[in-house]
């Protein structure tokens, strides 16, 4: 098991993969790890992700209060975000906030990565949804991603970036490039007519093979509220999986409601 001062080195090399591979800009993204239910270590603000180094780190509870930070140094001004993903997904070790260029493309275009072309993404990511602009530091962007969190291990941020968690820093790392390489082959295959999509019996296949693989975290194969109640799911419902879920629970409400009526001639 790593120790804390581990696990740090191991961020500020996650931040120079970051930033040398052009997933953010100057000063942008933040990542974070859990270290216990109260103890949190997150980069800190306003500082270039990939020229880090462990006494830049800083500590927080779980609601986002400095345990420990050096001078100078800030937690990120994201940290309520990161905070909510714990919170909500207790399976969750880790947090990557990037702007990787072409995953914010679709996110600033709000076309949410759907289209089933590639096994790798079918199987790691399923699709990927849009949780609703909200301004960067507020609650509007915790609120927004919430939405998604039971469902998804990956969601753009509409006109803003990608955000990505898991079990471990590198596995919440390996996700962010993941997503971005969907975005950037989505991207690419546009250019030339547009990509061939992986047909219905294709899709179920990878995701068969992904619950036989007792792959960790929340993913369409397992939990899409649409897929479980027989309706099109993932790839046919445009990523809105999610925010169909109350909608789903108000249809059978209606219908139980007009079966009742009816049984009580009304
Ligand atoms: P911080 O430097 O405060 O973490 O903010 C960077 C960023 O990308 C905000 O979206």
Known sequence: MQNEFEI?????????????????????GNFSVKLNDNEFLCTPTGVSKGFMTPEYICKVDAEGRVLQANKGFRP????????????????????????????????IAGIPLTQPIMPEAVIALGCVPIAKYGTPSTM????????????FD???????????????????????????????????????????????EQVEKLYEIR????????????????????KPSCHTCGGNCSSAAPKADADLVAEITKKVMSQLGM
């Open 8 to 28: 740090k080195k191991e961020m500020c090399e996650i931040g120079k993969r970051v930033y040398n591979r052009g997933m953010v800009a100057a000063n942008d």
């Open 76 to 107: 990120s001004s994201e940290i309520k975000m990161h905070m909510r993903v714990y919170k909500e997904r207790p399976d969750v070790n880790s947090v990557v906030h990037a702007h990787p260029l072409y995953a914010t493309t679709f996110a």
């Open 140 to 151: 509007e962007i915790p609120d927004a991603v919430s939405e998604h969190l039971q469902y």
């Open 211 to 230: 619950r036989q693989f007792g792959l960790p975290g929340k993913h369409p194969a397992n939990v899409c509220p649409n897929a479980k109640a027989g």
């Open 154 to 200: 990956a969601v753009l941020l509409e006109n803003h970036g990608a955000l990505t968690y898991s079990d471990s820093l590198l596995n919440a790392y390996h996700k962010m490039e993941s997503v971005e390489f969907y975005a950037r082959l989505l991207w690419q295959t546009m250019q030339i007519g547009g990509p061939q999509e992986l047909n219905k």
